[in-house]
C-alpha cells in the first residue's frame, strides 16, 4: 500500500502506456547501455577529446539528414564514421599532434553543420530542428526508428566484445601491445568506429551538444570507485541505466509542474542528475582510475597496473 502510494506520487499518470514514452525508455537504455561500455575505454584511452569532437561533429549529420527529411540517426552515424576514419587517417603519433588535428576536423565540420542548420531555418518549414539535432528530443522519435537503433548499438557492443582484450591492453600500454603482436593501428581504427556509433545513438538521447556527458559521466564515476574494469564496466552501465530511465521520468513529470505544460527537456534532466551523482558518490583509493594516472606516460612498456587491469 505505501509503495503503491509512493509511486503514484512519484510516476505520473500515463508514463508506462504512452507509446513515445515506452520507445524513449527502450532508445534511452539502449543509448546508455553503449555509451557507458564505449565510454569506459573512452576514459581508459584518454580519448574524452575525440569523444566530445565526434558527438559535435553528429550535429552535421543530423541537420543534414533534417535538411534530406531522412532518419536524423542515419545522418549522425554516416558523418560520425567519416569523422572517425578521418580522425584515425591524419593521427600523428603524438598525443600533442592529435589533438591538434581533432580540433581543426571539429572546426570544420562544425563550420558545415551551421551551414545546414541555416538552410534547414531557412528553406525549410519544419520547426525546432537545431533544437532537436543540438539538444534531443527523445520524446518525439517514431517507433520505426528502434530496429535501426538497435541494430547500430548491437554491432557497437559485438564489436567492444570482439576486441576486447587486444583493445584493452593497447590502451594501457600501446607499447606491450605492439610487442605482444596486438595491431594497434587497427585496433584504435575499430575502436574509433565504435566510437562513433555511440556518440549517434546518444546523441537522439541528448543531443550532439550533449552525449558526451553520457559516454564519460557514468564511466568516470564507475573508475574512481572501483578496483578493476569488469567492475568498472558493470557499475558504468548500471549508473548509465539509472540516470536515463530516472531523467526520462523526470522530464516526463515536470510537465504538470509548470501552468503552460511544458516539461524539461530530457537532456537537461539526464546531465543534471549525472552531475549531481558525479558530486555526490565518494572517490575510493586504489582505484581502476588512480591505475591509470599514476605512472605517466601511459605508453610505458611494463606499467605496473596493466598486468592487474587486464587479469581482473
Known amino acids: 500500500m505505501i509503495i503503491s502510494t ?82 584515425e587517417a591524419f593521427q600523428p603519433k603524438r ?11 571539429l572546426g570544420a565540420i562544425l563550420g558545415i553543420a551551421a551551414l545546414l542548420l541555416y538552410l534547414d531555418t531557412t528553406l525549410t518549414t519544419s520547426t525546432g530542428t537545431t533544437v532537436s539535432v543540438l539538444f534531443g528530443s527523445l520524446f518525439t ?15 557497437s557492443i559485438f564489436t567492444i566484445a570482439w576486441i576486447y582484450r587486444p583493445l584493452l591492453l593497447s590502451s594501457v600500454s600501446p607499447e606491450l601491445a605492439q610487442v605482444q603482436g596486438v595491431r594497434v593501428r587497427w585496433i584504435s581504427l575499430v575502436f574509433l568506429l565504435a566510437l562513433a556509433a555511440a556518440v549517434s545513438l546518444s546523441a ?63 537532456s537537461f534532466c539526464i546531465v543534471a542528475l549525472l552531475t549531481l551523482v558525479f558530486f555526490l558518490v565518494p572517490r575510493r583509493t586504489h582505484t581502476v582510475g588512480e591505475h591509470l594516472t599514476k605512472d605517466e606516460p601511459r605508453s610505458a612498456p611494463t606499467p605496473p597496473s596493466s598486468s592487474a587491469l587486464v587479469s581482473k
Open 141 to 155: 522519435l517514431p517507433s520505426n526508428s528502434l530496429p535501426l537503433a538497435i541494430g547500430i548499438g548491437s554491432v
Open 204 to 266: 537522439l538521447l541528448t543531443g550532439a551538444i550533449l552525449s558526451t556527458a553520457l559516454l564519460i559521466g557514468p564511466p568516470t564515476i564507475a573508475t574512481r570507485r572501483t578496483h578493476s574494469i569488469r567492475s568498472a564496466l558493470v557499475l558504468s552501465i548500471a549508473i548509465g541505466i539509472g540516470v536515463t530511465l530516472a531523467g526520462i521520468l523526470l522530464s516526463y513529470d515536470s510537465v504538470a509542474w509548470t501552468s503552460q505544460g511544458v516539461g524539461w527537456p530530457v
Open 6 to 87: 509512493l509511486l503514484h506520487d512519484i510516476v505520473a499518470a500515463g508514463f508506462l502506456t504512452n507509446p513515445a514514452v515506452r520507445t524513449a525508455i527502450v532508445v534511452g537504455a539502449l543509448s546508455a547501455t553503449v555509451s557507458s561500455v564505449v565510454g569506459l575505454f573512452t576514459v581508459v584511452r584518454g580519448q574524452s577529446f575525440a569523444g566530445h569532437a565526434l558527438s559535435d561533429i553528429g550535429a552535421a549529420g543530423g541537420s543534414g539528414a533534417a535538411l534530406a527529411n531522412i532518419s536524423p540517426l542515419l545522418g549522425f552515424v554516416a558523418m560520425n564514421l567519416i569523422g572517425a576514419l578521418t580522425l
Open 95 to 105: 598525443v600533442r599532434g592529435r589533438d591538434l588535428v581533432t580540433g581543426v576536423v
